[in-house]
């Protein structure tokens, strides 16, 4: 099951009533002419675009970490290492998802950022990184069912409404299921996760206006 924003009709609908004067929307074709031009209609960006754009940022950074300073370090036996336990430990940098966790946090503390995000799994390393309500539950369970999916919707969360995506978060490289596998953390039911497993889901939420 996916659902759909409505985010881009209102959005429309928002649009026809600003740019009132001009042709297009519905049949309103009362053109005006005017010495000085109207100012341009406010524009907005719908929802799931807002939600893919901002995705696609942090998965860049996520990969460039991984891929560009931690694998780097890696492979030049440099004196620093990545760590889960940075912070008690000398000569150590956080792990991608760490970075990953600490960004989200930041942006979760900012009420500029109109957003929020986080990494999560049905099988979490760290118990933070549950899915809690019960559309991050049901989002994670399809995106394991339709690794090549995305899952859009929306929430009620305190009286609030947001559009919630969720991207599955795979194991793309040999480095993600041995640590996984092998990690102290794990739970009884925790899967050997193999190549290309959905490991767990980026989830973006923005509150609906
Ligand atoms: C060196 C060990 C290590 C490597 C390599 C690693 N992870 Fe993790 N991962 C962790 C730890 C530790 C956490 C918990 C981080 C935190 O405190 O939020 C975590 C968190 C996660 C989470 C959130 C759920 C959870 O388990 O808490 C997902 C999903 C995830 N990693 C996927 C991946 C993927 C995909 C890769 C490869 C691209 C990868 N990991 C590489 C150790 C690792």
Redesign the pocket.
Known sequence: MKFQTKASLSLLGLLCLLAATTTGCGGNTTATASATPSPPAETGIPYQKFADAVHAVMMADRTVY?SKVVTRLKKQDAPVT?S?YWEDEEHTIP????MF?MGSELVFENPEAGFTYA???K????E??RPKSDFEIQALDYLVEHPDENFYGEEELGGEKYFVAAYA?????E??WS??ND?GNREDNYPEFVKDDV??GVIVRVPMQ
């Open positions: 991984a990545p889960e792990l991608p998802a760490q966790r990494l999560k799994s099988w979490p390393l760290n933070q990184n978060d795979k194991a793309v490289a480095a993600c640590c996984h990690h490991m767990g």
